[in-house]
């Protein structure tokens, strides 16, 4: 889901808070039992953290949930997503640490201690879950961590701006590149990509053929085609044919739905919203390939829940994991469903979610099956922020790629050295 409208929050910068959380040492949070009520069950009382999502109707759904469970008080800290990484993680160094907390998988966070094994509740069901999300969530044959929904993004396109331009949906990076210059016209810019670029460094590198980290743990991203994809970025960048300095950031479609864009990288979250806005005039398509001896790729985003390792409750915290993101079904699916689409990470759920099987919708979840690329738990925010860098000194500022690479390489090793030795 995405987060509130009126923030330029990123989930890159819950990653720095979980880095920086990390750096600090071993944690000490006790957090648990600390008075605190709002449920409808008795005995224990347990806190969860939940980011404010943008979409209507989510607060008061994740509260319906917590208030449903009869086996202990369930409160809901609802953050505003301008603060939630730093409240979260600086909260979780005290004694009012939440029991629950909902965010990406991090290997950081399992080396330290800080989140709960959940092996027991998953493996009963393990198999009706995508497997890509139990790999994700998974460190030494455990698993830490709850998937409740998968965020596929995308390309978003408005189908009359196209058919005017007489623009062929793209399937290559060069072909996205003609169509962006073809589509500005007058106040309109032909793409929108957010003004760092930072959302689509990954599927870039996977539309080239590479990928962040290889099975062992390597450098996988430092390719010719990941070189030559930086420069057709860094020829689009300067080129006046992006969007940048939008009113709102691209995880937002107010930018299509405005007509300020052509076409807008952003999340299946908004189709309901660009629906609405739009009617039927929009459609949507993956990245397309960074090279011609590339593939099409789709970043498969997404919310987890996390029991607090460190925590006075961690039993009680688990139960509820397990009724509400194990066996309320009819929750899940409406969590995933009704405020913004999302694709359920039970196999079960999915198939029958009615509102995915059809339009737009439909094709988000085949785009998905079809070029999904999921979080790498070994991918840590510092690895992140050295490509991160590598987009800001050769995209933006015209820095040699293979020079950039380097200088990302030697961060990156150092990392992999810290983690896996």
Known sequence: MSAMSNSNWSRRSLFRAAAGMAAAGTLAACGGNNGRSGGSGSGVGLTQYFHAYGEAGTEQAIKKYAKAYDKADVTTQWITSADFESKLFATLLTKNAPDLFEFHPQIQMIKSGQVADLTDLIDPVKSDFNPADIQ???????????????????????????????????????????????????????LYMGDDLHSVINPMIWSAGADTLNEKNEIAYHTDGVIEGIKKMRKLFTSGHLLLGAPTASWDPSSLNQGLCAIQFCGMWAMPGIQTALGDDWGVFPF????????????????????????????????????????????????????????????????????????????????????????????????????????????????DPEAALDKADTAVNRELKKLFG
């Not at 060069?174 to 210059?181: I, N, Q, R, T, W």
């Not at 039993?315 to 929750?331: M, R």
Request: glycine fraction near 8%.
């Open 288 to 399: 397309p390939k960074t090279i011609d001896s590339g593939k099409q790729s789709v970043y498969n985003g997404g919310w987890s829940m996390f029991v607090n390792a460190k925590g006075e409750n961690v039993e009680a915290a688990k139960e509820y994991v397990k009724w509400l993101w194990i066996d309320q079904k009819k929750y899940q699916e409406e969590w995933a469903t009704n405020f913004g689409f999302h694709i359920p990470p039970r196999t079960s759920i999915a198939q029958a979610a009615t509102k995915l099987k059809s339009g737009n919708a439909a094709e988000g979840v085949r785009l998905f099956n079809e070029f999904g690329h999921f979080d790498n738990v070994g991918w840590t925010q510092a690895m992140i922020t050295s490509l991160e860098d590598v987009f800001a000194n050769s995209v933006r500022k015209d820095m």
């Open 136 to 190: 994700s969530h998974t460190v030494d044959g455990k698993i830490y961590g709850v998937r409740m929904i998968d965020d596929p993004q995308f390309f978003f396109y408005r189908k009359s701006m196209l058919e005017k331009a007489k623009v062929e949906v793209p399937t290559t990076l060069d072909e996205l590149m003609e169509a962006a210059a073809k589509l500005t016209t007058g106040k309109v810019k032909g």
